[in-house]
């Protein structure tokens, strides 16, 4: 029997759930976005739990999307199919890309992202939809699907975590930043040892688990309504629909064409790198 792609584990007052693709690099494949939607749903009904954990099995966070039936090394499922027209492409990114993570990002429950190894794109993206990331000292930020010839994923979450000058540079260069760096930078909230990770952020949602469920509740809803009227949300729906306009570019068909030549995400991503080498910039 296959393993679940989403584990499930109560430590008290605590769910802990894992991302559970590590031979993929918990890359985002339809099925693990919706087992862990359900996951995520099943802890907000419980009123047992006060805190959930979003970790991940193997040696990185997440590698973003799962890009193998881009390049025909796995064969489309029903929502990847809704991608053969704008209208399909659209709805599949909205409800099962956009939505999902919304539905994070306005858990009432406290989330924390235990992040190790790479976390990359669309990875980093649903880390960002957590209200708190713990990161191991291994773990690497990146979004380098500018140098793919698109505008980023769904979610634009650079300007809100990095800021915006630092976002931009981010964003164009497609180069990495370390742990400490993101430390620095603000974009997450402790850096421990690798090997204290899981008992970091368990000990971090357990101090957190001792506030009153309906205070933390409310206290995130507020600071939520903070960013809102910030912009952040407006700003997010503004640039999914930039990412949406980008897609039916030339640019980015005939790199669709290209990447699909090729045969394997590791090729996709030899290709992807080959001119930032050339302009002597080591990819990370």
């Keep these: ?37 359900d996951a995520m749903r099943d802890a907000a009904a419980d009123d047992d739990v006060r805190v959930v954990i979003l970790a991940a099995a193997g040696p990185s966070f997440s590698a973003g999307h799962d890009l193998k039936p881009v390049v025909g090394q796995a064969k489309e499922d029903a929502w990847r199919k809704l991608r053969r027209t704008p209208e399909g492409r659209l709805r599949h990114e909205r409800e099962l890309y956009v939505e999902k993570c919304l ?17 990359v794109a669309a990875g980093l993206m649903l880390a960002a939809m957590c209200d708190l990331i713990v990161a191991a000292d291994d773990a ?27 976002a931009k540079e981010f964003l164009w260069t497609g180069d990495a930043i370390d742990a400490r760096e993101a430390w620095r930078l603000g974009l997450v909230n402790r850096v421990v040892p690798r090997r204290r990770l899981a008992a970091e952020t368990l000990a971090l949602a357990e101090r957190i688990a001792l506030v009153p469920p309906v205070t933390a509740s409310l206290v995130k809803e507020s600071l939520n309504q903070t960013a809102a009227l910030m912009g952040k949300e407006h700003a997010w729906r503004y640039h999914f629909m930039v990412h949406q306009f980008m897609h039916g ?8 064409r290209a990447r699909r030549k090729t045969g394997s995400v590791r090729a996709m991503v030899a290709e992807r790198d080959r001119t930032f080498a050339r302009a002597g910039r080591k990819p990370r």
């Design 1 to 37: 029997m296959p393993a679940a792609v989403v584990t499930t584990e109560r430590l008290g007052t605590v769910m802990r759930l894992t991302m559970n693709r590590p031979e993929a690099r918990n890359a985002q494949s339809t099925e693990l976005i919706l087992a862990l939607d």
């Design 103 to 119: 539905a994070i990002y306005h858990l009432p429950k406290p989330v924390i992202a235990q992040v190790q190894g790479h976390c």
């Design 140 to 166: 690497v930020f990146s979004n380098p699907v500018l140098r793919m010839t698109g505008a980023g994923v769904e979610l634009l979450v650079e300007p809100w975590e990095l800021g915006l000058r630092k």
């Design 249 to 256: 570019t030339k640019t980015a068909q005939d790199a669709l």
